[in-house]
């Protein structure tokens, strides 16, 4: 039954208002892609982002009253993708799940996304931060310590500090934009709570070098922030945007792509016609990030 309660929830936040020809492309269907199972089956290493009982909050969570897609001990943490023996390793990438901050699309937007980008060279870091009942803001602060965590370990794992990527699907892009937009550089989770104790980690920046908004932006749930005023100034990393002609945020992920075009930032994306919100790893444009990064590192 809950697995079946996560479908109806994340149809009707986010394919109610365009997805209604269910099988207009079997081989990209949206229903059947969020009707997969979900939690991320494998025997990677883990790394907990916060030290126990340090955890930036605002959200006390202490019964799980509302079918909530994690337990109110769950600790946000990652999960690490290694390249395989006789591959360079290229970068960090972080990957940032979908499920509008409802629950967490682990394999479709997490473990099989993440196999495919350790194929190309980059070790790969599938992210679980906090969703419903914590905020979006608890949400962003996750994504930015997981960013300073991997930059910290950069040369154990063998990549340049420099080259570290994140990856965000949906809710998870959204997530990843807070990281960028609210939680940058040295900022620490005193920012979201006066009660967080700051360590060695928070040091480090947390600001990406570069950003991948898959069906995503910068924004909100739903709501994309078109406010000049949010990227006039603010120093953004360089972007890539993909996203189908079929999404129900189409227009949406276009007026920013306009919108950051016109302020001149390092902005790129890539359109796939036919496709739905909810595509994850399919569609071949892992192979185009791949490109646009060894420019972006160069």
Wanted: overall charge negative; glycine content about 8%; hydrophobic content about 35%.
């Amino acid at each position: 039954m809950k697995r079946i309660s996560l479908v109806v929830i994340i149809l009707l936040t986010v394919c109610a208002v365009g997805c209604s020809n269910k099988k207009k492309n079997d081989d990209i269907n949206v229903y059947d892609y969020y009707s997969k199972e979900q939690r991320e089956n494998t025997d990677s290493d883990i790394i907990y982002l916060w030290n126990k009982g340090n955890m930036p909050k605002t959200t006390n969570y202490t019964e799980n009253n509302g079918n909530y897609f994690d337990e109110p001990g769950f600790e946000p943490y990652m999960t690490i993708y290694n390249v395989p023996e006789g591959v360079k390793v290229k970068g960090a990438m972080l990957v940032s799940l979908g499920g509008a901050f409802m629950f967490s699309s682990e394999n479709t937007e997490g473990k099989e996304v993440a196999e495919a980008f350790v194929k190309e060279g980059y070790i790969s870091f599938v992210v679980h931060y906090r969703v419903r009942p914590y905020t979006e803001r608890e949400s962003g602060i996750d994504i930015a310590r997981a960013i300073k965590i991997v930059r910290s370990k950069s040369k154990k794992f063998g990549i340049g500090e420099e080259k570290i990527a994140v990856v965000g699907f949906s809710a998870g892009g959204i997530a990843n934009g807070r990281a960028v937009l609210e939680y940058n550089g040295d900022i620490n989770g005193t920012s979201l709570d006066s009660n967080y104790i700051p360590d060695k980690i928070d040091e480090i920046s947390s600001t990406p070098n570069a950003v991948i908004m898959e069906y995503s932006f910068y924004g909100r749930l739903s709501v994309a922030d078109l406010n000049e005023s949010t990227f006039k100034d603010f120093d953004l990393p360089p972007t890539y945007y993909v996203y189908g002609t079929e999404d129900p945020f189409y227009n949406q992920f276009n007026a920013l792509v306009n919108l950051l075009n016109k302020l001149n930032k390092n902005i790129e994306s890539k359109v796939l016609n036919k496709y739905p919100h909810g595509f994850g790893a399919r569609g071949d444009w892992i192979r185009l990030i791949d490109n646009w990064l060894s420019k972006i590192y160069q």
